[in-house]
């Protein structure tokens, strides 16, 4: 009895003595971090801390945290190259607010000083980190590494990670951190845009060297939005972790299973409002439970299915695929899903097919083909009593029953219920976005719609554009409104959403020169934070005895951590002179969302006239995610008319995408193992309604280097005295492939307008004459 009263007037006594503690930069922080106490809070001011490396080294206890807050929530904004570091015990951070910036360190808030110096019992929450990537986004670093044990991120919001590296991840390099009981409960994830390349995860919990180890990471009751990084939303790479009751809303991806054993993933629900990529949970290596989830309008196939299920590899190395055994996978609820599907990633590596895995008591509602996919059908996935509920009738096949569904709103979610199948959802904590993250925090509206201001610049005023630009909103137009010569002596720089346009037809582009005797790197170069739209111009690259332009439009060589979009509309790029310059260059470390290149010519070039092929280090990396060529003529190309490449075998990606339609390639690349059109790693690739004419002879009018898993097709095109069609698997070209002599109107000035569609029975997939159809004068 004594021993309790002393406890509690203790405590009594700390809260007594609790003082709070004002500060107003980092060494006044410093001085109370040594003289603080259990039970004290030090405020910072609300303002802006620029530069602020903040190291905290103190020890709470758990009646009586040292707490570190502004002295209102949000109010003090940590900017520039701004980080905290902090080791001890029970010390809580709140109300921090990270922006304009990034971090000069491996992460921006660390849960430890130095190898020896760990935080466990700790707390940061409230907190938020936005606009606080590196400049160049493939510079990889974290927004919060846990390291310790017992630490709680919660009630965070995370806004739109730009960059490389995982947003949060629990680390378990260390003895001390395994088993760690972290909690990563009510945080808001919002946006992540494609990274383009592995590590754009959300959450990472272990690696693949420690993965065999148990982490005991609880995470829950966490709202995604759009987090679509990469194919793992949250990667699971550790053992007996718990992933319960979180939102995954309109996710390119999903929760990954990748490494690490009985992990229980319970009572999510992922919402993909049939928005494409949208994933569910993928399962690798033995002893998980995967029971009462909700998967709802998933797009998703392979590794992006609302269930994905994979072979292993025998005596698989640590970082590869362990195979699945010993998994549960019960009352789940299945909810016009594109596909749920066992024994995926399926090829001549991985070839253990799962066992004993139980798939019981599922419910599978409209599904978008079959109920499920089993590439192995070798007995290992044992299904039992589960159900259908479809409008339209199915074979009901072993271990399936059709059945009848009622409907439960749940959140303003319609969710099909069933007493004997699937989900129960009055078990399913669904919690709302403004359930999760920090309380305080209200984005900023965006500034309403506006017409588009137009500038218009004559021909003597070309100088002039790179100031209009500055001036300019996205959004605007600039408008080059005489015909004939622009005279230009250095490079258009594009760092907002603009167009630019001649206001004449393709016959009558103005047209761009460079007017000095030093080289430019390119007529237009778009910086991060850049879009544009070129549209009605003439990017003429060698000018009399004036020095050359290396290209006719290019991303920029400074660090860039945005997406870009191109659009190129009734454009002409012609005299390339040099076999490194190109039409259009994506430049290595920059990512396009799109380029759109129509109704275009591009002639007269030594090197590539499209290149998109900057990124070599065959790390799944890649400069575009989305190529459109329609209604373009390539002629007198030395180099390849198009090349894109993605090297390496990564499998997180779900780009680039390639389309090519009523193209003319007339004379490209004739050298010896040329490729008129070269698509290296391309997962999704179409070229239909074109004309090889006289190209690729030494070589190859399309090189493909696909996976097995790659969509690509080639069809309605004809190949006159051209090269072949390549690809590993040979399954390219459909059946409408021609070998049929086009008669153009007049090839030597660039009209490749046929006089007449070609004879029967070559056609086009849309009743149009085949190849481009362009009005040249």
């Not at 554009?465 to 408008?479: F, K, M, T, Y």
Request: hydrophobic letters at 35%.
């Amino acid at each position: 009895m004594k021993y309790f009263f002393w406890i509690v007037f203790s405590g009594f006594v700390a809260q007594l003595h609790a003082r709070s503690i004002p500060v107003a930069n980092v060494s006044e922080l410093n001085t109370a971090l040594k003289a603080c106490k259990p039970g004290d809070t030090i405020l910072l001011a609300d303002k802006q801390w620029q530069d602020a490396a903040i190291k905290i080294e103190a020890n709470g206890t758990q009646e009586h945290p040292i707490v570190i807050r502004p002295q209102h929530p949000g109010g003090a904004v940590l900017t520039g190259s701004s980080y905290i570091r902090l080791a001890g015990q029970y010390i809580v951070i709140s109300g921090l607010h990270f922006s304009n910036g990034h971090t000069p360190r491996r992460a921006v808030i660390e849960f430890c000083l130095d190898e020896n110096k760990l935080a466990n019992h700790c707390r940061v929450t409230q907190c938020v980190i936005e606009n606080y990537s590196q400049p160049a986004r493939l510079s990889e670093d974290v927004w919060v590494c846990l390291w310790g044990r017992h630490n709680r991120v919660d009630h965070n919001t995370f806004v739109d990670k730009l960059n490389a590296g995982p947003t949060l991840i629990a680390e378990l390099n260390d003895e001390r951190s395994r088993e760690n009981d972290h909690s990563i409960d009510s945080n808001y994830f919002k946006g992540r845009q494609r990274l383009g390349s592995n590590g754009g995860e959300s959450i990472r919990i272990g690696v693949a060297r420690y993965s065999l180890t148990a982490s005991h990471t609880q995470i829950v009751h966490n709202y995604f939005e759009r987090c679509n990084g990469e194919v793992e939303v949250v990667s699971i790479k550790s053992g007996e972790n718990n992933v319960s009751h979180n939102v995954f809303y309109e996710c390119e991806g999903g929760l990954v299973l990748r490494h690490g054993s009985k992990n229980l993933v319970s009572g999510n629900i992922f919402l993909g409002n049939d928005q494409p990529f949208t994933g569910g949970v993928r399962v690798i290596n033995p002893g998980h439970t995967v029971t009462n989830n909700i998967f709802k309008d998933l797009t998703g196939v392979n590794f992006r299915s609302a269930l994905a299920v994979l072979n292993g590899v025998p005596h698989s190395l640590i970082n590869r695929y362990y195979q699945v055994t010993d998994v549960r996978i019960s009352n789940n609820t299945f909810i016009n899903c594109a596909s749920v599907l066992f024994g995926a990633a399926k090829d001549e590596e991985r070839i253990l097919a799962p066992e004993r895995v139980l798939f019981n008591k599922n419910l599978v509602v409209d599904p978008q083909g079959k109920p499920y996919t089993d590439e192995n059908r070798d007995g290992g996935i044992l299904f039992k009593d589960n159900a259908v509920a479809a409008k339209t009738q199915f074979p009901v096949t072993a271990g399936f029953t059709a059945a009848t569904v009622d409907t439960v709103r749940k959140n303003g979610v319609l969710l099909p219920y069933s007493p004997n199948y699937g989900a129960d959802v009055n078990k399913i904590q669904l919690i709302n976005r403004s359930d999760a993250g920090a309380l305080w925090y209200h984005p900023a509206e965006k500034a309403a719609a506006r017409n588009p201001k137009v500038f218009k610049v004559k021909a003597a005023e070309a100088g002039k554009i790179n100031e209009l630009i500055q001036q300019a909103l996205p959004g605007d137009r600039i408008v080059l409104s005489d015909t004939g010569y622009y005279k230009l002596d250095k490079e258009i720089l594009i760092n907002k959403p603009i167009t630019i346009e001649g206001s004449n037809p393709f016959h009558k582009n103005p047209v761009l020169i460079n007017t000095s005797y030093q080289s430019l790197d390119a007529f237009m170069i778009i910086e991060n934070g850049g879009a544009l739209t070129a549209r009605n111009i003439s990017f003429n690259g060698a000018f009399e005895s004036y020095a050359d332009v290396r290209s006719g439009i290019r991303s920029t060589s400074a660090p860039m951590n945005r997406h870009y979009k191109l659009v190129i509309n009734s454009c002409a790029f012609y005299n390339y002179n040099e076999g490194s310059y190109a039409g259009f260059r994506a430049t290595k470390a920059t990512y396009a969302d799109s380029v759109i290149i129509r109704n275009s010519l591009f002639r007269n070039i030594s090197g590539i006239a499209v290149n998109i092929a900057e990124e070599k280090e065959d790390k799944g990396l890649y400069g575009a995610e989305n190529v459109v060529i329609q209604n373009c003529v390539f002629s007198e190309v030395l180099g390849s008319a198009i090349n894109v490449y993605r090297g390496g075998n990564d499998e997180s990606t779900t780009g680039p995408a390639v389309f090519i339609d009523h193209c003319t390639f007339s004379e490209v690349n004739n050298m010896e193992q040329g490729s008129v059109v070269k698509l290296i790693g391309v997962q999704n690739a179409r070229i239909t309604n074109s004309i090889f004419s006289s190209s690729g002879r030494g070589g190859r009018s399309i090189e493909f280097r696909e996976y097995r898993w790659d969509n690509i097709h080639v069809n309605y095109c004809d190949f006159y005295r051209s090269g072949k069609i390549e690809s590993f698997y040979g399954k390219a070209p459909g059946k409408d492939i021609y070998n049929v002599a086009p008669v153009f109107v007049n090839p030597p000035l660039y009209d490749f307008n046929l006089k007449e569609d070609l004879p029967a029975p070559a056609k086009s997939s849309d009743r149009k004459p085949l190849g481009a159809s362009l009005v040249i004068e």
